[in-house]
Protein backbone atom coordinates (compact mmCIF):
# COMPACT_ATOMS: atom_id res chain seq x y z
CA UNK A 1 0.00 0.00 0.00
CA UNK A 2 3.04 2.28 -0.23
CA UNK A 3 2.73 3.28 3.91
CA UNK A 4 3.63 1.75 6.90
CA UNK A 5 1.56 0.35 10.08
CA UNK A 6 1.55 0.05 14.00
CA UNK A 7 -0.45 -1.75 15.95
CA UNK A 8 -0.17 -1.71 19.68
CA UNK A 9 -1.00 -4.30 22.25
CA UNK A 10 -0.63 -3.32 25.76
CA UNK A 11 -0.33 -5.30 28.78
CA UNK A 12 -3.21 -4.37 31.24
CA UNK A 13 -4.80 -6.63 33.82
CA UNK A 14 -7.83 -8.40 32.07
CA UNK A 15 -5.32 -9.78 29.41
CA UNK A 16 -5.07 -13.14 29.49
CA UNK A 17 -1.32 -14.16 28.71
CA UNK A 18 -1.71 -14.33 25.01
CA UNK A 19 -1.60 -17.51 22.99
CA UNK A 20 0.31 -16.62 20.57
CA UNK A 21 4.16 -15.08 20.62
CA UNK A 22 4.68 -11.65 19.38
CA UNK A 23 6.84 -12.78 16.61
CA UNK A 24 3.49 -15.13 15.98
CA UNK A 25 1.06 -12.68 15.53
CA UNK A 26 3.58 -10.31 13.72
CA UNK A 27 3.79 -12.99 10.84
CA UNK A 28 0.11 -13.63 11.01
CA UNK A 29 -0.29 -9.71 10.32
CA UNK A 30 2.21 -9.74 7.69
CA UNK A 31 0.77 -12.11 6.03
CA UNK A 32 -2.94 -11.01 5.98
CA UNK A 33 -1.68 -8.09 4.77
CA UNK A 34 0.40 -9.19 2.09
CA UNK A 35 -3.12 -11.04 1.15
CA UNK A 36 -4.73 -7.79 0.71
CA UNK A 37 -1.99 -5.92 -1.02
CA UNK A 38 -1.89 -9.06 -3.74
CA UNK A 39 -5.39 -8.43 -4.32
CA UNK A 40 -5.67 -4.65 -4.22
CA UNK A 41 -2.70 -3.04 -4.73
CA UNK A 42 -1.81 -1.08 -8.08
CA UNK A 43 1.73 -0.98 -7.51
CA UNK A 44 1.78 -4.96 -8.37
CA UNK A 45 1.82 -6.06 -11.82
CA UNK A 46 -0.12 -9.13 -11.14
CA UNK A 47 -2.36 -8.26 -8.45
CA UNK A 48 -5.93 -9.22 -8.70
CA UNK A 49 -6.87 -5.30 -9.02
CA UNK A 50 -3.86 -5.08 -11.85
CA UNK A 51 -4.67 -7.56 -14.29
CA UNK A 52 -8.57 -6.40 -13.57
CA UNK A 53 -7.08 -2.79 -15.08
CA UNK A 54 -4.96 -4.24 -17.93
CA UNK A 55 -7.78 -6.62 -19.03
CA UNK A 56 -9.69 -5.09 -22.26
CA UNK A 57 -12.83 -7.63 -22.50
CA UNK A 58 -15.87 -7.11 -20.84
CA UNK A 59 -17.10 -10.13 -19.99
CA UNK A 60 -17.20 -11.01 -16.09
CA UNK A 61 -14.06 -11.63 -13.62
CA UNK A 62 -13.80 -13.39 -10.71
CA UNK A 63 -12.74 -11.95 -7.72
CA UNK A 64 -13.00 -13.06 -3.93
CA UNK A 65 -15.92 -12.58 -1.50
CA UNK A 66 -13.76 -9.98 0.52
CA UNK A 67 -12.57 -8.27 -2.88
CA UNK A 68 -15.96 -8.12 -4.03
CA UNK A 69 -17.05 -6.45 -0.57
CA UNK A 70 -14.38 -3.95 -0.80
CA UNK A 71 -16.10 -3.16 -4.53
CA UNK A 72 -19.95 -3.06 -3.46
CA UNK A 73 -18.84 -0.50 -0.50
CA UNK A 74 -16.88 1.80 -2.92
CA UNK A 75 -20.09 1.78 -5.11
CA UNK A 76 -22.47 2.25 -2.16
CA UNK A 77 -20.63 5.47 -1.24
CA UNK A 78 -20.27 6.88 -4.88
CA UNK A 79 -24.54 6.45 -5.38
CA UNK A 80 -24.95 8.04 -1.90
CA UNK A 81 -22.67 10.72 -2.98
CA UNK A 82 -23.38 11.34 -6.18
CA UNK A 83 -19.86 10.59 -7.48
CA UNK A 84 -18.07 12.67 -5.14
CA UNK A 85 -16.59 8.81 -4.22
CA UNK A 86 -15.51 7.03 -7.66
CA UNK A 87 -12.60 4.27 -7.72
CA UNK A 88 -12.57 4.22 -11.58
CA UNK A 89 -10.75 7.87 -11.04
CA UNK A 90 -7.46 5.64 -11.87
CA UNK A 91 -7.07 7.96 -15.27
CA UNK A 92 -7.60 10.84 -13.63
CA UNK A 93 -5.31 10.16 -10.89
CA UNK A 94 -2.74 9.00 -13.50
CA UNK A 95 -3.45 12.12 -15.69
CA UNK A 96 -2.63 14.45 -12.94
CA UNK A 97 0.62 12.59 -11.94
CA UNK A 98 -0.42 11.62 -8.59
CA UNK A 99 -0.80 7.58 -9.79
CA UNK A 100 2.42 4.94 -9.97
CA UNK A 101 4.15 7.61 -12.12
CA UNK A 102 4.44 10.97 -11.03
CA UNK A 103 4.34 13.93 -14.00
CA UNK A 104 3.68 17.36 -12.19
CA UNK A 105 2.61 19.08 -15.45
CA UNK A 106 -1.14 20.05 -15.85
CA UNK A 107 -2.88 18.49 -18.05
CA UNK A 108 -5.05 20.21 -21.33
CA UNK A 109 -8.93 20.51 -20.91
CA UNK A 110 -9.37 18.74 -23.70
CA UNK A 111 -6.72 15.72 -22.73
CA UNK A 112 -9.01 16.03 -19.34
CA UNK A 113 -12.63 15.83 -21.17
CA UNK A 114 -11.15 12.62 -23.12
CA UNK A 115 -10.19 10.97 -19.90
CA UNK A 116 -13.04 11.92 -18.20
CA UNK A 117 -15.07 9.63 -20.93
CA UNK A 118 -12.95 6.47 -19.70
CA UNK A 119 -14.36 7.17 -16.21
CA UNK A 120 -17.73 6.33 -14.10
CA UNK A 121 -18.14 4.12 -11.42
CA UNK A 122 -21.62 3.33 -13.46
CA UNK A 123 -19.55 1.63 -16.07
CA UNK A 124 -18.57 -1.00 -12.88
CA UNK A 125 -21.13 -3.89 -12.20
CA UNK A 126 -21.18 -6.71 -9.16
CA UNK A 127 -22.21 -9.89 -9.38
CA UNK A 128 -22.73 -11.35 -5.68
CA UNK A 129 -23.01 -15.47 -7.12
CA UNK A 130 -20.36 -15.79 -8.13
CA UNK A 131 -18.64 -12.99 -6.68
CA UNK A 132 -17.16 -11.32 -10.34
CA UNK A 133 -16.86 -7.61 -11.64
CA UNK A 134 -16.73 -6.58 -14.90
CA UNK A 135 -16.46 -3.43 -17.07
CA UNK A 136 -19.09 -1.33 -19.52
CA UNK A 137 -15.97 0.16 -21.11
CA UNK A 138 -13.08 -1.61 -22.04
CA UNK A 139 -10.27 1.13 -20.88
CA UNK A 140 -12.18 0.94 -17.26
CA UNK A 141 -9.30 0.77 -14.41
CA UNK A 142 -10.29 0.81 -10.81
CA UNK A 143 -7.97 2.12 -8.05
CA UNK A 144 -8.59 1.57 -4.25
CA UNK A 145 -6.26 3.58 -2.55
CA UNK A 146 -9.02 5.58 -1.00
CA UNK A 147 -10.92 2.68 1.08
CA UNK A 148 -8.22 -0.41 1.16
CA UNK A 149 -6.53 1.32 4.14
CA UNK A 150 -9.29 1.47 5.93
CA UNK A 151 -10.21 -2.24 5.05
CA UNK A 152 -6.86 -3.40 5.71
CA UNK A 153 -7.60 -1.96 9.59
CA UNK A 154 -10.96 -3.92 9.81
CA UNK A 155 -8.90 -7.29 8.58
CA UNK A 156 -6.33 -6.35 11.08
CA UNK A 157 -8.91 -6.18 13.69
CA UNK A 158 -10.83 -8.89 12.99
CA UNK A 159 -7.59 -11.30 13.09
CA UNK A 160 -6.48 -9.62 16.63
CA UNK A 161 -10.31 -10.21 17.85
CA UNK A 162 -9.99 -13.87 16.97
CA UNK A 163 -7.11 -14.08 18.51
CA UNK A 164 -9.15 -13.22 21.89
CA UNK A 165 -7.34 -9.23 22.13
CA UNK A 166 -9.21 -7.32 24.18
CA UNK A 167 -6.85 -4.11 24.16
CA UNK A 168 -5.38 -2.97 21.45
CA UNK A 169 -4.73 0.34 18.37
CA UNK A 170 -4.25 -0.53 14.76
CA UNK A 171 -3.09 2.18 12.31
CA UNK A 172 -2.41 1.69 8.60
CA UNK A 173 -1.39 4.37 6.93
CA UNK A 174 -3.19 7.12 8.68
CA UNK A 175 -6.31 5.27 9.30
CA UNK A 176 -6.87 4.16 12.39
CA UNK A 177 -8.44 1.29 14.99
CA UNK A 178 -8.62 1.50 18.72
CA UNK A 179 -10.07 -1.18 20.90
CA UNK A 180 -10.60 -1.73 24.75
CA UNK A 181 -7.98 0.47 26.81
CA UNK A 182 -4.48 1.53 26.32
CA UNK A 183 -1.57 0.97 28.69
CA UNK A 184 -2.36 3.44 31.84
CA UNK A 185 -5.83 1.48 31.89
CA UNK A 186 -7.67 4.53 30.12
CA UNK A 187 -9.67 5.02 26.90
CA UNK A 188 -6.97 5.49 23.81
CA UNK A 189 -5.85 9.00 23.00
CA UNK A 190 -5.88 10.19 19.39
CA UNK A 191 -4.65 13.72 17.62
CA UNK A 192 -5.98 15.11 14.36
CA UNK A 193 -3.27 17.24 13.01
CA UNK A 194 -3.44 20.57 11.89
CA UNK A 195 -3.58 20.82 8.39
CA UNK A 196 -0.38 21.96 7.68
CA UNK A 197 1.95 21.07 5.47
CA UNK A 198 5.24 22.14 7.01
CA UNK A 199 4.76 21.58 10.93
CA UNK A 200 2.94 18.70 12.41
CA UNK A 201 1.19 20.22 15.18
CA UNK A 202 -2.22 18.67 17.11
CA UNK A 203 -5.51 20.53 16.00
CA UNK A 204 -7.89 18.18 18.71
CA UNK A 205 -6.96 15.60 20.70
CA UNK A 206 -9.55 12.59 20.41
CA UNK A 207 -10.48 10.08 23.29
CA UNK A 208 -12.21 6.93 21.90
CA UNK A 209 -13.50 3.77 22.39
CA UNK A 210 -13.83 0.59 20.17
CA UNK A 211 -14.26 2.81 16.88
CA UNK A 212 -12.28 3.65 13.69
CA UNK A 213 -10.97 7.06 12.81
CA UNK A 214 -9.50 7.90 9.21
CA UNK A 215 -8.62 11.77 8.22
CA UNK A 216 -8.70 12.87 4.58
CA UNK A 217 -6.72 16.13 3.74
CA UNK A 218 -5.24 18.24 0.99
CA UNK A 219 -2.18 19.16 2.81
CA UNK A 220 0.25 16.34 2.33
CA UNK A 221 0.07 14.76 -1.12
CA UNK A 222 -0.06 17.48 -3.13
CA UNK A 223 2.10 19.72 -5.71
CA UNK A 224 2.34 23.04 -6.97
CA UNK A 225 2.71 24.91 -10.15
CA UNK A 226 2.62 28.68 -10.73
CA UNK A 227 1.31 29.19 -7.23
CA UNK A 228 -1.29 26.90 -7.61
CA UNK A 229 -2.09 24.13 -5.23
CA UNK A 230 -2.76 20.35 -6.40
CA UNK A 231 -4.34 18.17 -4.27
CA UNK A 232 -3.93 13.97 -4.95
CA UNK A 233 -7.95 13.83 -4.24
CA UNK A 234 -9.70 14.28 -7.43
CA UNK A 235 -13.43 15.58 -8.21
CA UNK A 236 -15.09 12.50 -10.45
CA UNK A 237 -17.01 15.22 -11.71
CA UNK A 238 -15.07 18.01 -13.12
CA UNK A 239 -11.88 15.81 -14.06
CA UNK A 240 -9.85 18.22 -11.66
CA UNK A 241 -8.03 18.28 -8.39
CA UNK A 242 -10.05 19.99 -5.69
CA UNK A 243 -10.13 23.08 -4.69
CA UNK A 244 -11.79 24.41 -1.97
CA UNK A 245 -11.46 26.18 1.96
CA UNK A 246 -12.07 21.95 3.06
CA UNK A 247 -8.75 21.33 4.41
CA UNK A 248 -9.27 18.24 5.68
CA UNK A 249 -12.15 15.53 7.54
CA UNK A 250 -11.84 13.32 10.22
CA UNK A 251 -14.46 10.61 10.81
CA UNK A 252 -15.47 8.09 13.12
CA UNK A 253 -17.10 4.91 12.10
CA UNK A 254 -17.51 0.89 13.20
CA UNK A 255 -16.17 0.48 9.93
CA UNK A 256 -12.47 1.56 8.94
CA UNK A 257 -13.28 1.33 5.18
CA UNK A 258 -16.39 3.76 5.85
CA UNK A 259 -14.65 6.09 7.89
CA UNK A 260 -11.80 6.24 4.93
CA UNK A 261 -13.74 5.85 2.08
CA UNK A 262 -16.75 8.79 3.24
CA UNK A 263 -13.55 10.96 4.22
CA UNK A 264 -12.51 11.12 1.09
CA UNK A 265 -16.07 11.38 -0.76
CA UNK A 266 -16.49 14.54 2.08
CA UNK A 267 -13.24 16.24 1.08
CA UNK A 268 -14.33 16.42 -2.65
CA UNK A 269 -18.34 17.40 -1.45
CA UNK A 270 -16.41 20.32 0.16
CA UNK A 271 -17.71 22.86 2.76
CA UNK A 272 -21.24 23.33 2.09
CA UNK A 273 -21.89 20.05 0.41
CA UNK A 274 -19.98 18.08 2.73
CA UNK A 275 -21.58 19.24 5.92
CA UNK A 276 -25.25 18.54 4.45
CA UNK A 277 -24.24 14.97 3.12
CA UNK A 278 -22.68 14.18 6.93
CA UNK A 279 -25.99 14.98 8.08
CA UNK A 280 -28.05 12.76 5.97
CA UNK A 281 -25.38 9.92 6.31
CA UNK A 282 -25.48 10.32 9.87
CA UNK A 283 -21.30 10.36 9.81
CA UNK A 284 -19.55 11.79 12.98
CA UNK A 285 -16.89 13.97 11.37
CA UNK A 286 -14.36 17.07 12.57
CA UNK A 287 -13.93 19.22 9.74
CA UNK A 288 -11.25 21.98 9.10
CA UNK A 289 -11.64 24.82 6.82
CA UNK A 290 -8.96 27.39 6.06
CA UNK A 291 -10.52 30.52 6.38
CA UNK A 292 -7.34 33.24 5.28
CA UNK A 293 -4.88 32.77 7.98
CA UNK A 294 -7.07 30.75 10.46
CA UNK A 295 -8.70 27.47 10.54
CA UNK A 296 -12.17 27.38 11.22
CA UNK A 297 -14.00 23.93 12.64
CA UNK A 298 -17.21 22.40 12.24
CA UNK A 299 -18.04 18.93 14.17
CA UNK A 300 -21.02 16.82 15.08
CA UNK A 301 -18.81 14.78 17.48
CA UNK A 302 -19.71 14.18 21.15
CA UNK A 303 -18.32 16.66 23.27
CA UNK A 304 -16.76 13.77 25.55
CA UNK A 305 -15.10 12.86 22.69
CA UNK A 306 -13.27 15.92 22.35
CA UNK A 307 -9.51 16.11 24.53
CA UNK A 308 -9.84 19.66 26.14
CA UNK A 309 -6.15 21.31 26.57
CA UNK A 310 -2.72 19.88 25.68
P1 LIG B 1 -6.52 10.72 2.01
O1 LIG B 1 -5.84 10.24 3.26
O2 LIG B 1 -6.21 12.14 1.68
O3 LIG B 1 -7.98 10.37 1.94
P2 LIG B 1 -6.18 8.37 0.57
O4 LIG B 1 -4.85 7.75 0.33
O5 LIG B 1 -7.14 7.74 1.52
O6 LIG B 1 -5.87 9.86 0.92
O7 LIG B 1 -6.98 8.50 -0.81
C1 LIG B 1 -6.48 9.29 -1.85
C2 LIG B 1 -6.22 8.43 -3.09
O8 LIG B 1 -7.48 7.96 -3.57
C3 LIG B 1 -5.61 9.21 -4.24
O9 LIG B 1 -4.19 9.15 -4.23
C4 LIG B 1 -6.20 8.50 -5.45
O10 LIG B 1 -5.45 7.35 -5.76
C5 LIG B 1 -7.57 8.07 -4.98
N1 LIG B 1 -8.63 9.08 -5.25
C6 LIG B 1 -8.48 10.39 -5.59
N2 LIG B 1 -9.68 10.98 -5.74
C7 LIG B 1 -10.62 10.04 -5.46
C8 LIG B 1 -12.05 10.03 -5.44
N3 LIG B 1 -12.76 11.14 -5.72
N4 LIG B 1 -12.68 8.87 -5.12
C9 LIG B 1 -11.97 7.75 -4.82
N5 LIG B 1 -10.63 7.69 -4.83
C10 LIG B 1 -9.96 8.81 -5.14
MG1 LIG C 1 -9.13 8.02 2.39
Known sequence: MGT???IRIPRIADHKTPSISAKQLQHEVDTLLVSINQEMSTYLVDS????FNQLQSLDWFPVSQNFLHVIISAQ????SSQGAFDIT???LVNLWGFGTTKLGRIPEQEKINLVLETTGYQSLQTQLHPPAIRKLKPELSIDLSAIAK?????????LLKKQKFKHFLIEIGGEVRVQ??????KQWRIAIEKPETVNRTVQQGLTLNNIAVATSGDYRNYYEKDGQHYSHTIN???GKPIHHKLASVTVLNESAMIADAQATALMVLGEKKGKIYAQQQKLKVYMIFREG???LIWHNVNNEVLLLGK
Not at 48 to 51: L, Q, V, Y
Not at 76 to 79: A, G
Not at 150 to 158: N, Q
Open 89 to 91: VMP
Open 293 to 295: NHF
Open 76 to 79: VISK
Open 4 to 6: QYH
Open 180 to 185: GKNKHN
Open 236 to 238: PNT
Open 48 to 51: TISR
Open 150 to 158: GYAVDAVTL
